[in-house]
Structures are given as C-alpha cells and as structure tokens.
C-alpha cells in the first residue's frame, strides 16, 4: 500500500522516547510534517542508564539530540518545551512556553517513571534509574561511598558504607547488582588503601520468590546463580516495610522482620505511568489500568479519538492471547513504526506485536536470553545482548563510542567514566 499524502497534515509527537521517536522517523521519511515535543532536547537509551550509573559509560555516549536525529528531515520540527494541557476541540497542543501547535494526528509517548508503590516518602531516601540525572546520582553515591570508606575510622560505619542494597529483582535491579558487585570485585580491587574493596556487601530484595518475573522460570535460577557468583546476596520472598536514612526493614518469608544497615539503597522495583497520563484520560474520556496506563483500541487510539494514539509505556495494549505487552523498548519501537504506517495510510490492520525476545545481562561473560522457543545463558547471551544493545543505539557515534568503550572495558577491567562530578549534599 502506497503512501496517501493529506494537505494540511500535521502530526504532533508528544515524547521523544522509542515510540516517539520511532514514529517520527518513519513519518519524516515520507515527508510528512511533524513535531516532536520533549522536555528534553535529547533521546536516552535507556536500558544502558545502569552503565552509566556505575561508569561504564559516560551520558554522552547513550543519548543522542533529537534535532541531530531528525537533521535530515525539512518536515521534522523539534520544540523542547512541556505540554501542559490539550484541547480536543480545536486539536490543540498546550506549551508551557511557546503557544499552542495545532494538530491533525496526535501521538503520546511519554513513557513512565518510578513507582514507590505508595510510599513517595522513599523518595529522599533512595533513588530510581529512569533518567541521566539519577544514574549520574547513583554514580555519586556508589562511587563516594567507597571514597568515605577509605577514611572512614569506625568499623560499623565502614561496613554501612561499603553495603548496597537493591531493591527490585528484575532486569535494572539484576544489572545494577551485577555491575556495583563487579565494580566493586574487579575494577576498584586496588584503587583502595585503607579497606579490601572485595568485603562490599550487594543485596539485591525481591519481593517474589524468583528474579527476573517476566522472564521464564527456567531463567531465573541460572540468573540467581550468576548473581551469587559475583558475591551478590540474592532475597527472595522479601518485603521492604520501612526505609530510615541509613537503614531498611524487612519482612522476609515467615514471620518477624530485619533490619539492613546500608549508606546506599537504589530502587529498581518499578514504574507507573507519567503525570500526563491522567491528564490525556480526563480530557479524553479514556479509561486506565491499575497501573495508570491509558486502555487503546486494537489499532493504540483511544477509543472515540482515532486520531489520538497512545504508545509506549504510557498504553494499555494486549497481545494475540489478550495478555498486556510490557512496558519494553522493543514494544514502544514497534508500536511508533505501526502509528506511522497508520498516519501514513500503509496499514489499516491492527497492531501485532512481534516479540523478538527479552535479554537481561548480569556481569561480564553472564546473561540470559529468552527467544521464545530458544534460550541462552552465559557467554553466548551476553554476546548476544551485547550487539544487540549496540544495534539498538540511534546514531551510528554512539554504537562505535560504545563499542570502543566496552571493548576497551572488557580487556583492562577499567570504567573510565568513574568520576564523581558534583556534590549534591551529604545525603547523596
């Protein structure tokens, strides 16, 4: 099916995300203009943000500027700027900053974020992975803990410092213990003087009674394993009820509970839906899940608006069997190419995910990878999760700067982005 130009289209992406960005690289190509709304003028890979919290890989190297993306494109505008409001009935997009953009096709991808299952109080006490600014923090954390320890007299304020603890047993929480637990073991083992970095305590807490729940069962022990390998003390079956300053409660399988002393706890337990979310379902009339995600048709509009598409983390979308997909880079790609194609007249079909696998890395030569009808662990997972991720980089610097890096890495053992920054307080 052949492309069907329409004068006086414009289509407004709100997000700059996969999905956002996917569909605006599909619908530039065919010349169709378009504008792509973000509060940030760059796009983040964001399942490498883990690396860059223990520094493996500086910022720079998994994002890339959305104008420098869309370069190419005459028809392609960017405004980095918020939307704050929308208006149905004249199709209105509201800035904070600049003035209304008008649209004739309306598409929102943007994305999630933490979720502390109703305890936004963690918030000063620990810290997510779904942005630059947060991994950069967690890089300050993990790496001036070390620093503190070194001079650090007390013996029990030296093991507080030297043990973090993880909460969230799936893929960000597995590689973010896997990587402090080699950082840790492998790269720090003679930076230090005053303390043997080896006696570093990684605790990762999930609350199921396996890792790595989307993935299937048979991966999850070979992926426990490879953790405890490193010297990661894996607790399944395991709640946190309370979170102080420098101390968590737990409630592990049974009765009682425990208390961990940690200078550092990260949060890898989940997401939900952005603040936008509501708003898009008010004004829209449109329906949520539990999770705050916005309920789409077959073909990801809202129902009653066929020309607001909703994708990414931000929709509820169901596969062939009805099942939700997962909030997935691979799921959001997909889904912005198919709104193109939709906007662009080349499908009038629903949306079919095609599910190409799901891959989670432990440490260096450890992963796991499930392909439907073939799975792998060790050696030959990471090397496949290791070209892929580098396939999945937008520009073609960032796979040679991160090939480059992970090579170079892989040999020496060294991180050469460990630098700390900026001192955001004596809390961080």
Known sequence: MTDRPRTGTHVVIVGGGFGGLY???????????????????????????YQV????????????????????????????DEVVDLRPGSREVVLRKG???????????????????????????????KSVEEALIIRQRVLGAFERAETELD????????????????????????????????????????????????????????????????????????????????RLGTRVTGMQSDRITLQPPGSGTETLVAATVLWAAGVTTSSFGERVATVFGA????????MVGPDLSIPGHPEVFVIGDLAHSNDERGQPLPGLAP?????????????????????RYHNKGQLAVIGRNRAVCDLGRARFTGFFAWLIWVFVHIGYLIEFDNKLLVMVQWGFNYFTRKRGARLITFEPGPDA
């Open 287 to 294: 329906e949520r899940d539990r999770g705050g995600r916005i």
């Open 99 to 129: 003035g209304p953009l008008v649209y004739t096709e309306l598409v929102i991808a943007t994305g999630s974020q933490t979720s502390y299952f109703g305890h936004d109080d963690w918030k000063e006490k620990t810290v997510g992975l």
């Open 53 to 80: 919290a223990v520094g493996g890989l500086s910022p720079g190297d998994i994002a890339s500027p959305i104008r420098s993306v869309l370069r190419k494109h005459a028809d392609a505008h960017v405004v980095q």
């Open 331 to 351: 799921v959001a790609m997909q889904e912005g190419r198919y709104v193109a194609d939709r906007i662009r007249g080349r499908t009038q079909g629903p949306f």
């Open 155 to 234: 013996p029990e304020r030296r093991a507080a410092l030297l043990t973090f603890v993880i909460i969230g047993g799936g893929p960000t929480g597995v590689e973010l213990a896997g990587a402090i637990a080699e950082l840790a073991r492998a790269t720090l083992n003679r930076d230090f003087r005053s303390f043997d970095p080896a006696r570093t305590r990684v605790i990762l807490i999930e609350a199921v009674d396996r890792l790595l729940p989307a993935f299937p069962p048979e991966l999850s022990g070979p992926a426990r394993t490879a953790l405890e390998q490193l010297g990661v003390e894996v």
């Open 23 to 49: 569909a605006a690289k599909a619908l530039s190509s065919a010349g169709i203009p378009l504008t792509v709304v973000d509060r940030r003028n760059f796009h983040l890979f964001q399942p490498l943000l």
